[in-house]
């Protein structure tokens, strides 16, 4: 009875988690679908000039205070979590200001390939969403660093030519994000994957990788701008081939 109980308990905790995962999918066909139709108002025009120009007024007031409001949410979340308040709120809130910061920005500064870049996003979205519920937090991160990785080496590829500026600034800020997430890893194994209170990796999680991740992504983002447009081509196919190497050592550790 015992031996039953646990197994009709554990069924039930692997629903839960199927159907969360079925949630963010539907979700990411949602995001994908909703693009495809700004794509139809902004760059096709099918109901009329003015809506694109209202479009493209906010989305150039939105590039830059939708930073501000993420920011200031940010900012609010840590207010709220040091005097004991709840945090939902303002997270819920940064994290669409900072999409939707992400798809004015992108928008109002590469118009129609903007929105063939952003197109892309839901789709590799929701392969990260399949490696966070089936996989352990490690290699989550990993997929999701080297994932960016990937989105830097294609709009290097794609952009620089066009717009050298904008897409300098993109992998530079790529950068500072992965130098933030080493810190943060080392930080997490003294603490034992806590960090503060939360747990954030589980006990036993592997952050070599997360470093040999961080470093190689690091390195083949900076070789991309050294090197120039061309060698972005071949880069590309490292990251692959890194993210493939992490699948397989993930998936044997789960045997």
């Not at 000039?49 to 949410?73: D, W």
């Not at 960016?148 to 952009?159: D, E, I, V």
């Not at 991309?224 to 998936?251: E, K, P, R």
Request: proline content about 2%; aromatic content about 12%; glycine content about 6%.
């Amino acid at each position: 009875m015992f031996e039953k109980g646990k197994r009709e308990r554990r069924n039930k905790e692997d629903d839960a988690v199927f159907n969360r995962m079925l949630l963010w999918l539907v979700g990411a066909v949602v995001a994908e679908l909703i693009i495809l139709l700004l794509q139809k108002i902004y760059v096709d025009m099918i109901f009329d000039v003015a809506v694109a120009e209202a479009l493209l007024v906010f989305f150039k007031v939105f590039s830059v205070a939708g930073l501000v409001v993420t920011v200031g949410c940010g900012v609010w979340a840590v207010l709220n979590f040091r005097s004991g308040k709840p945090v939902t709120l303002p997270l819920a809130v940064a994290g669409a200001a900072a999409l939707l910061w992400v798809i004015s920005l992108v928008t109002y500064l590469l118009y129609d390939e903007g929105l063939r870049l952003l197109m892309m996003l839901p789709a590799a979205g929701a392969v990260l969403i399949l490696i966070f519920f089936l996989y352990q937090r490690p290699f989550f991160l990993n997929a999701l660093l080297t994932a960016g990785g990937l989105l830097a080496l294609w709009m290097h590829r794609q952009y620089y030519m066009d717009h050298p500026n904008f897409i300098t600034v993109c992998i530079v800020a790529g950068l500072v994000v992965l130098a933030a997430v080493a810190f943060l890893a080392v930080q997490l194994r003294k603490t034992d994957g806590k960090l503060w209170s939360i747990r954030v990796m589980p006990v036993d999680s592997n952050y070599m990788m997360t470093w040999i991740t961080c470093g190689v992504t690091a390195a083949a983002m900076v070789l991309a701008l050294i090197l120039g447009v061309t060698m972005s081509h071949y880069l590309l196919f490292v990251l692959v081939g890194w993210l493939f190497a992490q699948a397989v050592f993930f998936t044997v550790k789960m045997m």
